[in-house]
């Protein structure tokens, strides 16, 4: 099993920058893909980013692209989204999610195997 805690959410001012956190316990992830996902109250899970095993190959979600970067380090055991020129939309509880096939890259929910319990980032205008 896989346990995933989120860190670094907060408030932060629309152009303001946050760096999300998520360590795995457990067992290590070095080769499976990780990603960040959100969601507001009411709507579906969204995709943000995803990120290889070997942190080669990346995708983002259009709304996030050029702002947010997507990173890891294998040693910790640990995933990182770097969050820039943060928008009020950009609001949800933040979630990290492993997936155990990394190969391909997924923005579907549902192909990933473990979740961690989320990190609010809420963003003012």
């Known amino acids: 099993q896989v346990q995933l805690v989120e860190s670094g959410g907060g408030l932060v001012q629309a152009g303001g920058s946050l760096r999300l956190s998520c360590a795995a316990s457990?067992?290590?992830?070095?080769?499976?893909?990780m990603g960040w996902f959100r969601q507001t109250p009411g709507k579906e899970r969204e995709f943000v980013a995803v990120i290889s095993w070997s942190g080669r190959s990346i995708r983002y979600a259009d709304s996030v692209k050029g702002r947010f970067t997507i990173s890891r380090d294998n040693a910790k055991n640990t995933v990182y989204l770097q969050m820039n020129s943060l928008k009020p939309e950009d609001t949800a509880a933040y979630y990290c999610?492993?997936?155990?096939?990394?190969?391909?890259?997924?923005?579907?929910?549902?192909?990933?195997?473990?979740w961690g319990q989320g990190t609010q980032v809420t963003v003012s205008s």
């Open positions: 999610a492993a997936d155990r096939d990394s190969v391909p890259l997924s923005v579907l929910n549902t192909a990933y195997d473990y």
């Open positions: 457990g067992r290590t992830v070095s080769t499976y893909a």
